[in-house]
């Protein structure tokens, strides 16, 4: 019984972790403008609020640090007020594909 458990378990993982097909998406993280011929790529990073010298904290374990509940973080139907679930996530910068989760990040 536990073996046909962890073959569902691993088999329902697998089936899950397939990539969902880029025709269907679109990107509204960071839309992308062909000017002349060249890409432009919209930069959504605003100007550190802290001081200078400090280097700015965020990540996924930063934020769920800073909200009261941090399970509202993984529901779709929180409010804005809890920040953008695009905000935590890598992307590579030729493709602007996304590559991961940032957990925890420094920015100098």
């Known amino acids: 019984m536990k073996a046909m458990m962890i073959l569902w378990l691993v088999s329902g993982s697998a089936a ?3 990539p969902v ?3 269907h998406l679109t990107n509204i993280a960071r839309p992308t403008t062909t000017v002349a011929g060249t890409a432009v790529r919209a930069s959504s990073s605003a100007p550190s609020t802290g001081s200078p ?3 700015k904290v965020s990540g996924a374990l930063v934020q ?3 909200v009261k ?3 509202q973080l993984i ?3 929180a ?3 809890l920040g953008n679930g695009q905000d935590n996530v890598s992307r590579d910068p030729s493709s602007g594909k996304a590559e ?3 957990l925890f990040s420094i920015k100098f």
């Open 79 to 81: 409010p804005m007020d």
């Open 21 to 23: 097909p880029q025709d």
């Open 64 to 66: 769920a640090a800073r």
């Open 53 to 55: 010298d400090r280097p």
């Open 75 to 77: 529901n779709p139907l």
């Open 69 to 71: 509940n941090p399970l």
């Open 100 to 102: 991961g989760i940032k």
């Open 16 to 18: 899950l972790a397939q």
